[in-house]
């Protein structure tokens, strides 16, 4: 974790992307961003939700009684949650080859999915003696048209996804590249020149993997192991400037090092944490970086004592860019929580892995 050169195995990917055709550069990758991304639990539980509702609904035609619409509503359950399942694990496992496909033919391809899918479901009800005569037609329509409004609401979610991504990458680089921290850190090189030009060195190196994850093309996902070292970097600059007033703790477990995060979503927080915790601490500050992995759960917290006195850090902007960030790329089953408790300031992240 001290190397300041842990990245450098990640340098020849940005210096590629140059070479690089232009229908293969991220800003043209659009086409095979994927509609049916319907693996993810939150869109799961919404689609079963939204057809069960309108079951729900479906059951109050003729119902006479609260018995009558229980039983009309098992039998259109019975029938619905067999194909909306079917309809997502399928959608689920072809999402890379669907999005391959142009628009029209990915909303052709759910659509039609959708009146299989029901028609499967009124297979279901026919072999058990359910109905009868068997409404084929009525069910492919109903399913078509019900896939139609999950399809477009999973095209809606895409389309927005792009803007905020894009918002959020501006104010992170904003973020990122402040003037003054740029002049710090080079006024702390120049010190270091002629006395100790290793470290100053090092300190240019840490600088300047900083800027190249900060500049390089967005990616919708990293491992956390790369954002740990982007982080290392940008408290080795810190470290020169605050020098021990900077107390760092890192207890990091090997077996999260694979956790799925968006890019530079962990550094404004340690950055915070300096900014918050050690500048206005005339005694500093001990910032602690902790991982674990739980079960299917990866938990990362950055913590930092504060000075006497003072609130929860700032107006909350880096940490709202990060919470929309992580539900972005994990939905439901990313959590973000922060706290101050006895003079201590915690930001706790829950991801999948």
């Not at 949650?81 to 959608?91: D, E, N, R, Y």
């Not at 003054?180 to 300190?203: D, G, M, Y």
């Not at 740990?228 to 760092?248: K, M, N, S, T």
């Not at 950055?271 to 991982?291: F, L, Q």
Request: net charge positive.
């Amino acid at each position: 974790m001290r190397d300041s050169r842990i990245l450098s195995s990640f340098q020849d990917l940005s210096s590629t992307m140059g070479a690089l055709p232009l229908s293969q550069m991220p800003e043209h990758r659009r086409d095979v961003e994927l509609v049916y991304d319907t693996c993810q639990l939150g869109v799961v539980l919404r689609v079963v939700l939204f057809v069960q509702a309108i079951a729900w609904v479906a059951a109050l035609y003729g119902a006479q009684s609260v018995v009558g619409w229980l039983e009309t509503l098992a039998v259109l359950t019975a029938a619905t949650l067999p194909s909306v399942l079917i309809w997502l694990l399928v959608t689920c496992g072809l999402k890379r080859q669907l999005a391959r496909l142009p628009m029209p033919a990915q909303w052709a391809a759910g659509i039609g999915l959708g009146a299989v899918s029901a028609i499967y479901g009124c297979g279901m009800l026919v072999w058990a003696g359910l109905v009868s005569p068997a409404p084929w037609l009525a069910s492919a329509a109903s399913g078509a048209l019900v896939a139609t409004v999950v399809v477009a609401g999973l095209v809606w979610r895409l389309r927005a996804k792009a803007p905020a991504g894009t918002t959020a990458r501006l104010a992170e680089l904003q973020a990122r590249i402040r003037p003054h921290f740029l002049f710090n850190t080079l006024n702390s090189a120049i010190a270091l020149v002629r006395a100790e030009p290793a470290k100053a060195e090092a300190l240019l190196e840490d600088l300047s993997e900083l800027f190249r994850h900060a500049l390089a093309d967005s990616q919708e996902a990293v491992p956390l192991s790369q954002e740990l070292a982007l982080a290392e970097h940008y408290l080795a600059i810190e470290q020169v400037r605050f020098g021990d007033r900077l107390r760092l703790e890192w207890n990091l477990d090997p077996k999260a090092a694979g956790a799925k995060l968006p890019p530079l979503i962990l550094q404004p927080l340690v950055e915070n944490a300096v900014k918050h915790g050690v500048e206005p601490s005339p005694t500093g500050a001990t910032v602690r970086i902790t991982t674990k992995r739980r079960g299917g759960t990866v938990v990362i917290k950055v913590t930092n004592t504060v000075p006497a006195g003072s609130g929860p850090p700032g107006h909350g902007l880096a940490q709202d860019n990060v919470r929309q960030r992580l539900a972005l790329l994990h939905d439901v089953e990313g959590r973000f929580q922060s706290a101050l408790v006895n003079g201590v300031y915690q930001v706790r992240l829950e991801i999948p892995i």
